[in-house]
């Protein structure tokens, strides 16, 4: 059974910076995609970015150019660095992981508000 357990999450103002970090167990995640996800009250769970097991990135319009996804196998954990954020940015943020052989995987999500 993989576990996801995120950190980072928090209290920020306005332009300010979060870095998230997820932190997979077992001996898949190499070959994993892994995707943050954020969900808004009120609001549908969206993309946030993801990563390929290869590398590859995909952002949302919405963060384009201000946040980064990236992953260190040696330490099974995907980050996701976040700058110049916005109160719109508040929500509660889920890493998922995807394996082709053992499906989809998510955390229990961590807090991020931005404060205007």
């Known amino acids: 059974q993989v576990q996801l357990v995120e950190s980072g999450g928090g209290l920020v103002q306005a332009g300010g910076s979060l870095r998230l970090s997820c932190v997979a167990s077992?001996?898949?995640?190499?070959?994993?995609?892994m995707g943050w996800y954020r969900q808004a009250p009120g609001k549908q769970r969206e993309l946030v970015a993801n990563?390929?097991?290869?590398?590859?990135?995909n952002y949302a319009d919405s963060v384009k150019g201000r946040f980064a996804i990236s992953r260190d196998n040696g330490k099974n954990t995907v980050y996701l660095q976040m700058n110049s954020l916005k109160p719109e940015d508040t929500a509660v943020y889920y890493c998922?992981?995807?394996?082709?052989?053992?499906?989809?995987?998510w955390g229990q999500g961590t807090q991020v508000t931005v404060s205007s």
């Open positions: 990563i390929t097991s290869r590398y590859s990135t």
């Open positions: 077992g001996s898949i995640f190499s070959n994993s995609a």
């Open positions: 998922n992981l995807i394996n082709w052989l053992h499906g989809d995987h």
